[in-house]
């Protein structure tokens, strides 16, 4: 009897223990969010000189480091930023499947890389939500956005950043990629670094 008391009494303090630790969790991440919030609402409470000549000077800085940085307005006013390796990117897009699946979702694949692009930011910034297709130019796996497409939120092989319907142990490993980049940079937009400069940072990591 005394025994199992002790052993009641041991998972009672693992269990407590775990619900102490997930609430820490959960209170670090949303600290993280509201201190990150009050960075990004410091950054572009400006008024509209101002930040259009500081998206110009981002825009100049990527530019250099041959990446471009695209700002789409949405019609609540909000920015989204899209910033891209021009050459990586045509590579996907220029896939034989990748295009046969831009080509049926209404993308003017025929006229080329700069149409297809256009098309794509008219959707971001007129589409109530992201289209489905937006995880193939995020460097996604074909299988995997057309799994989630046509199947949801089942039937899939793991759940990351993004749910995986094909290859798990590639698509694993991209993911640890992308965290690895969001924290980094995260925390240096936390420490005071602009956009660009976080950024170049992580591409000097990586190199």
Known sequence: MKEKNERME????LNKERENNLIKKMM?????????????K???SMDKTKREEKLKKWKQFFSADKTFFVPLKKSDNRFLFFIYDKQLLEEICQQRQNQLYLAAKGYPVKKGFGAVLREL???????SDFPHEVGLFLGYPLEDVMGFES?????YKYSGIWKVYGNMERAI???KRYKSCTDYCMKWLEDGLSVPS??????????
């Open 10 to 13: 041991e998972l009672e303090r």
């Open 28 to 40: 670090k991440k949303e600290a993280i969010k509201e201190k990150y919030d009050k960075i990004r």
């Open 42 to 44: 410091e950054r572009f």
């Open 121 to 127: 930011f008219h959707r971001l910034v007129f589409a």
């Open 151 to 155: 199947k949801g939120a089942s039937g």
């Open 173 to 175: 490993q991209m993911m």
């Open 198 to 207: 976080a950024t170049r940072k992580y591409k000097d990591l990586e190199a």
